[in-house]
């Protein structure tokens, strides 16, 4: 059994400067994030939630103990043992803290020329797995669409440096591009398991390369109920992956019902209050039982379900020898047209825009908080005859106070390029993302 060591050590041990206030429900508010610099950001040191949230419109994180640690140090990898170790200052055994934190040099980020070169040509090298093309082509996507938008499956361990030889070979310059970082003096690439998903500007160049991450389909999960005063769900969730992976496990509350009690829930009051969640690490083949209670009249079933955390992440290589971290980009599809579509996501926009014949053209952040470069594109629109755009976020805003606010922001950033501005608006029951909706929507009429 591990012993409880607060989440507020590792800030304090980052952040030595970092003040702290009371926020309601056992938080505590920071002076500032420290990953976005913004005002609201919160952690709640219980031993039961042990969880950090920024809900400064920037970052948007919300962390576990160990998220938040490996965020901060830069080792992904990073176990258990490695943060008492780094947070106590001297070892159990091995390992010093110098080696936990090594110093590295990191490159400049390419230019985009460079990038979309080397990226493209990855892509040709890579193949696309069964499962993966599946679960694409599930979304609606036809296998000409797949290819042309040029989705490839990351590669494994084994395959990795005949991949980077044959670019070297062919003179392709791996210097500065985000992914790519050296070993023992010879450039390797970040291993991941999922499939890349290219970030393209509006020329169509590839500025990044987005990973949908797997491993949550090897994870059982088992739900029983039991009543006694109250209704007691057991979730019993497994990792049957051969390494470790963050889980977000997601509960439905039935409309009514009350939460009694819950085991390591993670949900801040901000959360909406229709789920249950908790954000767990999990060893390779590890198994966690949770418990919670609810009280209700007549008793619901209602279905959990597992994401892997992050489930979308960079193909970066930040704080490695070499490598070079990567920066949010804003990805489009399809042609300037009157109104342009915003959405979360460059796979929803991709799938979207095939869905909807091609005749919608979309733009997608990575993040609805990541809004950075907005502006000089709602200017460039403006400059060549865009008339408005249209925010298709996910709707489960209707629940989420951080949905509403970016919206504003978007609508306020539209508003000042001289751009008109909408909201989209569809009933949830028919899918939370527009591509969910759009496939139900052709569905229902026999269009697919
Ligand atoms: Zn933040």
């Not at 950090?52 to 176990?79: H, I, N, P, V």
Request: glycine share 8%; with cysteine.
């Amino acid at each position: 059994m591990e012993e409880y060591r607060s989440i507020k050590e590792i800030i304090d041990a980052f952040h030595p400067d970092m003040e702290y206030s009371r926020a309601s429900k056992g938080n505590l508010k920071l002076s500032r994030c420290p990953f976005c610099g913004g005002k609201k950001a919160y952690i709640n040191p219980d031993p039961r939630v042990n969880g950090f949230s920024c809900f400064s419109g920037k970052c948007s994180k919300q962390l576990t103990f160990m998220a938040l640690y490996k965020e901060l140090s830069g080792q992904t990898d990073a176990r258990y043992i490695d943060i008492v170790t780094f947070l106590d200052g001297h070892i159990p055994e091995g390992k010093a803290y110098e080696q936990v934190m090594p110093k590295v040099h990191e490159e400049e980020r390419a230019p985009l020329a460079d990038r979309d070169a080397v990226y493209s040509r990855l892509l040709e090298l890579l193949t696309l797995d069964d499962d993966d093309k599946a679960s694409l082509m599930k979304r609606g996507l036809t296998e000409e669409q797949i290819e042309w938008l040029g989705y490839k499956s990351c590669p494994t361990k084994e395959q990795i440096p005949k991949i980077v030889e044959t670019l070297q070979a062919e003179k392709f310059c791996l210097k500065g591009i985000p992914g790519f970082y050296k070993r023992y003096g010879k450039y390797s690439m970040m291993l991941a398991n999922g499939f890349f998903i290219p970030f393209r500007n509006m020329d169509g160049e590839i500025q990044g390369l987005q990973i949908r991450r797997k491993g949550d389909e090897n994870i059982t999960l088992d739900k029983d109920v039991s009543f006694s005063d109250t209704v007691d769900y057991t979730l019993q969730v497994k990792n049957n992956n051969p390494f470790p992976i963050n889980l977000r496990i997601i509960d439905e509350i039935p409309d009514g019902a009350k939460v009694k009690s819950d085991s390591n829930n993670v949900s801040f009051d901000h959360v909406q209050p229709k789920e249950i969640r908790w954000e767990l690490y999990f060893k390779a083949g590890e198994e966690k039982i949770l418990t919670y209670s609810l009280e209700m009249d007549i008793p619901r079933k209602t279905k959990a379900k597992v994401v892997v955390q992050p489930r979308y992440i960079w193909f970066s290589s930040g704080n490695r020898e070499g490598g070079t971290p990567m920066t949010n980009f804003t990805h489009h599809i399809g042609d300037l047209r009157d109104i342009m579509y915003l959405t979360e996501g460059g796979l929803k926009a991709d799938v979207t825009y095939f869905l909807c014949g091609g005749k919608k053209s979309f733009l997608a952040v990575t993040g609805i908080t990541s809004l950075r470069d907005m502006p000089k594109t709602f200017e460039y629109f403006k400059k060549n005859g865009v008339k408005e755009v249209c925010v298709a976020f996910d709707m489960d805003r209707v629940y989420n106070e951080r949905v509403m606010e970016a919206i504003e922001n978007v609508q306020r950033m539209a508003e000042d390029a001289g751009l008109q501005s909408s909201v989209l608006e569809w009933d949830i029951k028919m899918g939370k993302g527009i591509d969910d909706f759009t496939l139900a929507h052709l569905k229902s009429i026999n269009k697919i």
